[in-house]
């Protein structure tokens, strides 16, 4: 059974840092593109960073130049690093990771975590 186990979140001010990590755990074989979405209150969930198994990243246009994703392949897990924490940044940040894991390629997404700033 794979799962996607979150941390990091948390409450800060604006301008403060938090790094979200997402590990994975189960019988992985391989893993092709990690990323991190998110859902405000009342609001529809957005793609916040997407990391291929190359390196090559994309960022939401909100978040660039803040934020940074990376990936450690022998850990399975994705990181996000936040800098320059806004309060509009405040939400439910969740992981997830497209990968093979007995034989079969699928999408899994962690439980999410809370990260909220205050002004």
């Known amino acids: 059974q794979v799962q996607l186990v979150e941390s990091g979140g948390g409450l800060v001010q604006a301008g403060e840092s938090l790094r979200l990590s997402c590990a994975a755990s189960g019988s992985i074989f391989s893993i092709n593109t990690m990323g991190w979405y998110r859902q405000a209150p009342g609001k529809q969930r957005e793609l916040v960073a997407t990391?291929?198994?190359?390196?090559?990243?994309n960022y939401a246009d909100a978040v660039k130049g803040r934020f940074t994703i990376s990936r450690d392949n022998a850990k399975n897990t994705v990181y996000l690093q936040m800098n320059s924490l806004k309060p509009e940044d405040t939400a439910v940040y969740s992981c997830?990771?497209?990968?093979?894991?007995?034989?079969?390629?699928?999408?899994?997404w962690g439980q999410g975590t809370q990260v909220t700033v205050s002004s």
């Open positions: 990391i291929t198994s190359s390196g090559s990243t």
């Open positions: 997830t990771e497209n990968l093979n894991a007995y034989s079969v390629w699928r999408t899994y």
